[in-house]
């Protein structure tokens, strides 16, 4: 049996049932394509099956609000991907008379959809031979040529491979398929190749050198650590939340307002500071309510929550495109960063003095 049908036959016999591959909808394969990177599958099943039921057509992305669109992502991380999306909606709508075009030359133009997610809609959806190249068929694919890193040149190898072997009848699931092997069974670390069905093919394997490939990365450089100070301002029973700016990291989310500490300077006085920069009042910083430690992609920060009280001033959004005074019963109904739910449940627990 040739490379592309041992793929194929492995495929048929060991696929795991995910609730996009049920489907051959593009809106709701597309769905599933951007929901998975950087997430895990396990992770994004629940938030894939809550977000088809609300939103079923990309007519329904198109108009649903901010506020509702990020609520039902929250948790996923990487938010430009929600606005991305949206854009990419409204393009076929206009452009594409609300049909998901089939090609990747006209996929590509989407917002949001590169080389990848462009090969795996056409492929997957509309059967188009078209081969995906993620994270995992790059270490299948170093392996099974003994390909050491994944430069230009190492890419264009893979893609001459995948270009000839690619099978023309089941691209879509010879593409999952490869996909699948990389996660389940040609691991990053302790690869199972005693049950791979593409060993005979594997020339790190027949060599007796899988160790080897691909090269292990570099230690990548320490992240950078900051320390955040975030004022639960009140005024009455209602808090104070902002909104981030959409072109900001964590874009479109609701946050408690605060920022970096300075050197030298107390997390009381920043938080007191970071208020009055961004919203132009003045607030009593009072009693500490909780440390969060959280990491991003690219830094780590701590984050020391003080209950606060409004004094005065009229609210201008310098750094925020929006606020709202709130109860704190309302947290569930706003998207918020991870971390701030971590101060959700201390806030009522102890008293605000």
Known sequence: MNFSNTVLTW?????????????????????????LQQTQV???IPYYKKWIIKFPTIFDVANASDDILFKYWEGLGYYNRVNNFRIACNQIIKDHN??????????????????????????????????VIDGNVKRVMARVLRLKNFSKESLNKMKDFLSANIHKGSPGNFNQGIMDLGRDVCKPKN??????????FCMAYIKNQIEKYPAAKKQTKRLPHYTIGVGIIWNKDKILITKRKKNALLGGL???????????ESIK?????????????????????TKVKHSYSHFKITLHAHHCLYNTGKIICKAS???????????????FPKANHHIFPHILNQEVI
């Not at 690869?191 to 005979?200: D, G, H, R, Y």
Request: proline share 6%.
């Open 11 to 35: 495929y048929n016999n060991n696929k795991e049932d995910f609730p996009w591959r049920m489907t051959k909808d593009p809106y709701k394969i597309w769905v599933s394509e951007i929901m």
């Open 42 to 44: 396990q992770t994004v």
């Open 98 to 131: 609300g049909k998901i075009p089939k090609t990747v030359d006209q996929l590509i133009t989407l917002k949001g959809i590169g080389e990848y997610t462009s090969s795996a809609i056409s492929s997957i959806a509309f059967n188009q031979v078209n081969y």
């Open 191 to 200: 690869p199972l190749c005693s049950i791979c069905p593409v060993a005979s």
């Open 254 to 264: 609701w946050e408690f307002p605060g920022g970096k500490i300075l050197k030298n």
């Open 269 to 289: 006085k920043c938080i007191k500071r970071e208020v009055f920069e961004e919203l132009s009042i003045d607030v009593d910083v009072l009693k500490f309510i």
């Open 321 to 335: 495109d929006n606020y709202k005074w709130i109860s704190p019963n309302q947290f569930d109904q706003f998207a």
